[in-house]
């Protein structure tokens, strides 16, 4: 497996998956949720419309994930996970997010994905710290039993940047 740091638009890249940081609904929202909808075009909701919801207004609850063509993007792809809103970390939300990434890992493989984008999940309005949100994210991915070929950690902005290499330079050392 193939682990890399890129900073860039998550929207840009062509790779078979992107991950979409979406909330529990799947019909759009800020930040990342927002720029993958607005890039994939109006069929992208009306796919996430389609899926079941359990219960009334949850298309996926905080840690599963959802997979979508990616339509109008470069990517085949995305997979929608929900990550844990941050409480201060003894709400369960490391077990969430790990749970987030392990799910995301698993639908590439049920659907033969060798290439997959994740942006930092829960490390925006979530507020899930930073630090600790890439640290997990990489060991996550690092342990996992089967994971692409490729797998990219797509950060937004050089302080996220830096926050992802350092952990996954921790990773190496460790």
Sequence with gaps: M??????????????DAIVNAANPSLLGGGGVDGAIHRTAG?????????????P???RCPTGEARITPGFALPS????????????GGGHGEPAQLAQ???NCLRLARE?????????AISAGVYGYPPDSAARLAV????????APE????????????????????????G
């Design 2 to 15: 193939g682990l890399t740091i890129r900073e860039a638009d998550i929207t840009t890249l062509a790779v």
């Design 42 to 54: 109006p069929a992208l909701l009306a796919a996430c419309r389609a899926l079941p919801e359990h």
């Design 56 to 58: 009334r207004g949850v």
């Design 76 to 87: 085949r792809f995305v997979i929608h996970t929900v990550g844990p809103v941050w409480h």
């Design 100 to 102: 987030c990434y392990e």
């Design 111 to 119: 659907h033969g994905l060798a290439s997959i984008a994740f942006p």
């Design 139 to 146: 060991r996550t991915v690092r342990e996992a039993p089967w």
């Design 150 to 173: 490729e797998v990219i950690f797509c950060t937004f902005g050089a302080a996220m940047t830096r926050v992802y290499e350092a952990a996954l330079a921790d990773a190496l050392r």
